[in-house]
């Protein structure tokens, strides 16, 4: 099955830099890739999805990239802010199986 | 409002204890599913349906029932739970596969 691997765990930035999440995934029909956050306390919701018809997306402070040949997608957060502070989560889902496998999560923390 | 409601959000019980934490979306999704989220391993797939009566199991399904009578509920089932399934739980909906998942408040269970 599907496989997702995030890097890193944990991530610390200063407010203003920006900061880069990585994921690669396992099986090459994947073609959904959402990036969900996770504030303390809440339940993930989605911030920005890429297909993979599409190399990149913005939205934006946020951007996801999407690398087909090498199986990696990653998530850009530039002029970082203290309320970017969160767990995000990766995922990717195929076609003709069940929904979304996750990554194991990363942890940013925006220092003021 | 769209949503995606657990019940109940806190729960303490006892091992072998049989206990059902329902969930129900009024966005007449056809896709649901549970996951569990535990430190440093993210988001595991319980179960999960893609319809009324189809369901089907997901990466950690052992100990654990659900049942899809109707389109808008997906009680999760615990026939006798034991302590390595104290866990937060997260019920999810979307409307396919591969579009954006609307997740539930969240229920943390503890098994004593």
Sequence with gaps: GENVEQHPSTLSVQEGDSAVIKCTYSDSASNYFPWYKQELGKRPQLIIDIRSNVGEKKDQRIAVTLNKTAKHFSLHITETQPEDSAVYFCAASTPGRRALTFGSGTRLQVQP | ?112
């Design chain 2, 1 to 112: 409002e769209a949503q995606v409601t657990q019940n109940p959000r806190y729960l303490i019980t006892v091992t072998g204890k049989k206990l059902t934490v329902t969930c129900s979306q009024n966005m007449n999704h056809e896709y649901m599913s549970w996951y569990r989220q535990d430190p440093g391993l993210g988001l595991r797939q319980i179960y999960y349906s893609m319809n009324v009566e189809v369901t089907d199991k997901g990466d950690v399904p052992e100990g654990y029932k659900v049942s899809r009578k109707e389109k808008r509920n997906f009680p999760l089932i615990l026939e006798s739970p034991s302590p390595n399934q104290t866990s937060l739980y997260f019920c999810a909906s979307s409307g396919g596969a591969h579009t954006e998942a609307f997740f539930g408040q969240g229920t943390r269970l503890t098994v004593v």
